[in-house]
């Protein structure tokens, strides 16, 4: 006779892929729990303050696409994407970043990083290379290691990434198993260090692509918010032949995440193979979300929403710059992002941030130690702080606090 759960059997053992093996749990994924506790201040997430969603143009969007669309908003959808919101899509990178497309070279995502996890698996085999900056955008690392890939971290400045020593591990590569499938860069307020790629290395880039046959993979989610600097061309706008760059973008920064819309631009041969894939992982994102970013393209709403984005978040980047300067160690050093969210300061080498990090909750700070954006275990001695999430007096509290914490331990090291 069957007795449900308190069967006394063999307990089951689950046989998973070696793939998982290469898959690790995200720090920042794990820092959230501790969010909620009371007065915590978290410069640990990538999110987006919530006074930038445009509450009132979406519910208006929402109830127009429910009125009007509703049977097919709510239906399932193309794989490719809704073809309005492709439309739109193309029209924006055209007006954004010079980016000329056709629909059938546009692909919508549950979110960019569905399209970057969709680009290793079609790029990577096991050990394939990809050639990444160091330090790199951790749900980029999650994605190719989900794929087996082997990561070549290349190192970074100021100026971003260094395209001559792009150069050398191309030419120390070449004939080699590891030879990279693709180059990916994010040029604009890199995440984690908010450096800026310089047009001249955007373009040496570029040449590599072509020269070499590997791709690059631009990754552009925090293009719109620009506090100061010039505005630099996109590679994919540079690229005349339109075949060495696929570009991702996202509009979780300039409208809201929670609707997980992103989209990846890429020539047809490279679409088709994400449409394929895409069939076996979601058979489309949301239809729903899909309707509503087409109407906030459509009725223009993303246009007057960025530049209000852009005030609050560089005002944030300002009480944020000047709380380092003045509470933060002198050994320390911090980048100046001209936008983006973030700013990776880098502490004395003795000072590991990654064991620091418990120390520092407990005194209610969180970040994200550079190892977590490390595919090589260097970094020790760096952390991420996001600026656009918390109050700005929350800032230079949190701020004061971190420091404290950083004294606090490099004393102790001193000591032993």
Same mark, same amino acid.
Not at 118 to 138: A, C, Q
């Given at each position: 006779?069957?007795?449900?759960?308190?069967?006394?059997?063999?307990?089951?053992?689950?046989?998973? &892929?070696?793939?998982?093996?290469?898959?690790?749990?995200?720090e920042i994924r794990e820092l959230l729990k501790y969010a909620s506790m009371p007065d915590f201040i978290s410069f640990g997430g990538g999110m987006p303050n919530p006074l930038t969603f445009?509450?009132?143009?979406?519910?208006?969007?929402?109830?127009?696409?429910?009125?009007?669309?509703?049977?097919?908003?709510?239906?399932?959808?193309n794989t490719g994407g809704l073809p309005e919101l492709r439309t739109e899509i193309s029209k924006m990178v055209m007006k954004t970043e010079g980016i000329k497309s056709e629909e059938?070279?546009?692909?919508?995502?549950?979110? &960019?990083?569905?399209?970057?996890?969709?680009?290793?698996?079609?790029?990577?085999?096991?050990?394939?290379?990809?050639?990444?900056?160091?330090?790199?955008?951790?749900?980029?690392?999650?994605a190719f290691n989900a794929n087996a890939g082997?990561?070549?971290?290349v190192e970074m400045d100021s100026e971003g990434i260094i395209s001559d020593k792009v150069e050398e591990k191309l030419k120390s590569l070449t004939?080699?198993?590891?030879?990279?499938?693709?180059?990916?860069?994010?040029?604009?307020?890199?995440?984690?260090?908010?450096?800026?790629?310089?047009?001249?290395?955007?373009?040496?880039?570029?040449?590599?692509?072509?020269?070499?046959?590997?791709?690059?993979v631009e990754d552009n989610p925090y293009g719109e918010l620009r506090y100061s600097g010039k505005?630099?061309?996109?590679?994919?706008?540079?690229?005349?032949?339109?075949?060495?760059?696929?570009?991702?973008?996202?509009?979780?920064?300039?409208m809201c995440p929670g609707l997980r819309i992103g989209y990846t631009v890429a020539p047809e041969a490279v679409i088709s193979k994400l449409n394929l894939l895409k069939q076996a992982l979601d058979l489309s994102s949301s239809t729903f979300s899909q309707y509503?970013?087409?109407?906030?393209l459509k009725r223009g709403v993303i246009y007057r929403q960025v530049p209000k984005t852009v005030e609050l978040y560089s005002k944030k980047r300002n009480v944020m710059l000047n709380a380092l300067e003045e509470h933060f160690p002198k050994d320390s050093t911090w980048s100046k992002p001209d936008g983006g969210m973030f700013i990776w300061a880098t502490l004395d080498k003795k000072i590991n941030t990654n064991q620091m990090l418990k120390t520092s909750i407990e005194n209610g700070v969180g970040y994200v130690s550079g190892l977590a954006f490390s595919p090589d275990g260097s970094h020790t001695s760096s952390m991420r702080l996001n600026f656009t999430f918390s109050e700005e007096e929350e800032i230079v509290r949190?701020?004061?606090?971190?420091?404290?914490?950083?004294?606090?331990?490099?004393?102790?090291?001193?000591?032993?």
């Open positions: 006779m069957y007795s449900g759960h308190n069967h006394p059997g063999i307990p089951m053992k689950y046989k998973f &892929s070696e793939m998982l093996g290469y898959m690790k749990p995200s445009p509450m009132q143009d979406l519910k208006e969007i929402v109830d127009d696409v429910l009125d009007v669309s509703g049977k097919y908003a709510l239906q399932y959808g059938n070279e546009i692909i919508v995502t549950s979110g &960019s990083q569905q399209g970057l996890y969709e680009l290793g698996k079609i790029f990577l085999n096991r050990s394939d290379g990809v050639i990444v900056e160091s330090p790199t955008y951790v749900g980029a690392i999650s082997k990561m070549i971290p004939g080699r198993p590891e030879f990279p499938r693709f180059i990916y860069v994010i040029p604009n307020y890199q995440n984690p260090t908010g450096h800026t790629l310089n047009l001249d290395r955007r373009k040496h880039l570029l040449e590599l692509s072509e020269k070499y046959q590997v791709p690059i505005k630099l061309p996109s590679i994919k706008s540079l690229d005349k032949t339109g075949e060495n760059v696929i570009y991702l973008g996202t509009f979780s920064k300039v509503v970013a087409a109407e906030y949190g701020i004061k606090k971190l420091s404290n914490t950083i004294k606090n331990v490099a004393t102790g090291i001193t000591a032993t």
